[in-house]
């Protein structure tokens, strides 16, 4: 795995075991596969705004289940073929943290654990943001669910 390279003063806090995702003094690291075309993703800790913790399945068994119900039209069998795409999307489901910050964006961490390990690694992150945030004399930013798709508009606007 390629490592980042740190900021001056940043030293890391704690780190997983494959080394996907590392928190520092200062930002929350999220690491790629190496033979990713994406580069490491890291959020600032003053930045991080709020926490959510969603549930995700694979939207290929989705894409599947209504293709599948496509096809019902030509053969009634696909009916069934649909029923298992959809339960299998259902069954493989996992819970996801998404990091959202102050600005609207949002980074997921590549994480597969228990509702308890969550909890701890929130807390753990919320503890060196309020450190991060004292030393730097900050108050901890407001995520507006609202003021982000505002802003999200006129980006998608700009781009037609």
Not at 109 to 135: C, F, T, W, Y
């Amino acid at each position: 795995m390629a490592t980042t390279k740190l900021l001056t003063g940043e030293q890391y806090l704690i780190q997983t075991v494959d080394k996907r995702l590392a928190l520092t003094t200062h930002r929350l690291i999220q690491q790629r596969h190496p033979l990713s075309w994406r580069s490491n993703k890291a959020v600032k800790l003053e930045d991080i705004a709020a926490w959510e913790v969603k549930p995700t399945g694979s939207q290929l068994y989705l894409g599947l289940s209504m293709a599948m119900a496509l096809l019902v039209y030509f053969n009634e069998s696909f009916f069934l073929l649909s029923g298992f795409f959809i339960a299998l999307f259902f069954m493989t489901r996992s819970q996801k943290v998404h990091v959202l910050t102050a600005q609207g964006e949002s980074m997921v961490l590549p994480l597969d654990v228990e509702q308890r390990h969550i909890n701890s690694l929130i807390d753990m992150v919320r503890q060196a943001q309020q450190n991060r945030l004292d030393k730097l004399g900050l108050q901890k930013p407001v995520y507006n669910q609202a003021k982000a798709a505002v802003q999200a508009e006129p980006s998608a606007m700009a781009a037609a």
